[in-house]
């Protein structure tokens, strides 16, 4: 039976792998971040995908634009480090875990796109080989919840 879930696989070296230890992280970049003018809600953000010792707090400043009550669903893209492909990688899992929890993927979205011809699914090894998406998560599971 094929796994559903896209494992966190660079928690505890690329970012805290525990979840509790992992949120005051967060909370506490995301609380020095300095949205003086917030502005209307952010329709896209573009964050930094490295390490969290190295861009965690930069990341924050995005993030802090993000307003939840707004936010009707995410599109999630990244470079691709390790997978040659001259196409878009689509996910083969159903849903991201986190140390924060689980993030679904909206499978009808998924299926459209594939439909257009312009995207193919990765499977589950190369993606959980590829950090670029991965970071984000934490921050998208600490925001939307």
Not at 35 to 58: L, N, T
Not at 110 to 131: I, K, P, Q, R, V
Request: charged share 25%; with cysteine; net charge negative.
């Amino acid at each position: 039976m094929p796994r559903v879930s896209r494992a966190p696989s660079h928690a505890g070296s690329w970012y805290e792998g525990e979840g509790t230890r992992l949120q005051k992280q967060i909370e506490g970049w995301l609380a020095k971040a300095d949205v003086a003018d917030k502005g209307p809600a952010a329709r896209a953000i573009i964050g930094p995908h490295a390490g969290y010792s190295y861009c965690g707090h930069v990341m924050a400043h995005a993030y802090r634009h993000i307003q939840p009550d707004t936010v009707k669903r995410i599109f999630l893209l990244g470079p691709s480090h390790y997978l040659a492909t001259r196409k878009c990688c689509l996910s083969s899992a159903l849903e991201y875990s986190t140390p924060l929890g689980k993030l679904p993927i909206d499978e009808e979205i998924y299926n459209e796109l594939a439909a257009t011809g312009a995207f193919e699914y990765m499977d589950l090894d190369s993606d959980e080989t590829e950090h670029s998406l991965e970071l984000h998560t934490p921050y998208i599971a600490k925001i939307m919840r």
